[in-house]
């Protein structure tokens, strides 16, 4: 996802934090087709979560490796959070099984790069 600014973050060179940014956009348009139902519950806890993997990317970023390294796993748990209720949304029949695999390949490779770079920040101590 391309944005520009004259303005810029050292998070944003983090491709993980790119990942977690678009993977949020994607999530964000894929509820809005729902049903009006799930506005406050599955819509909302979904998009929430997805948001919050960037979030917590950002947030923690500018701190000491040891609390980057806490927020780190808090958008890692978010990200587990997106498995369920990308489970729930396909359950419900509201996501196709490409959308669904493609949502679990997606949080798949974040998880896996925060893992990543939590080990790297743990090395450092």
């Not at 798949?108 to 450092?124: D, F």
């Amino acid at each position: 996802m391309e944005f520009e600014s004259k303005y810029h973050f050292s998070f944003e060179n983090l491709i993980v934090y790119q990942k977690a940014i678009t993977f949020g956009e994607d999530i964000n348009k894929l509820v809005e087709t729902f049903p009006k139902k799930e506005m406050f519950r599955l819509t909302s806890q979904f998009s929430r979560a997805a948001d919050s993997i960037a979030a917590n990317i950002s947030e923690g970023s500018a701190s000491t490796d040891a609390n980057f390294n806490r927020y780190l796993k808090m958008a890692w748990d978010s990200s587990h959070e997106c498995v369920t209720w990308n489970t729930k949304a396909f359950l419900r029949a509201y996501i196709s099984k490409e959308e669904f695999e493609s949502n679990r390949a997606m949080l798949t490779e974040i998880g896996k790069m925060i893992s990543s770079l939590r080990r790297k920040l743990n090395v450092k101590k």
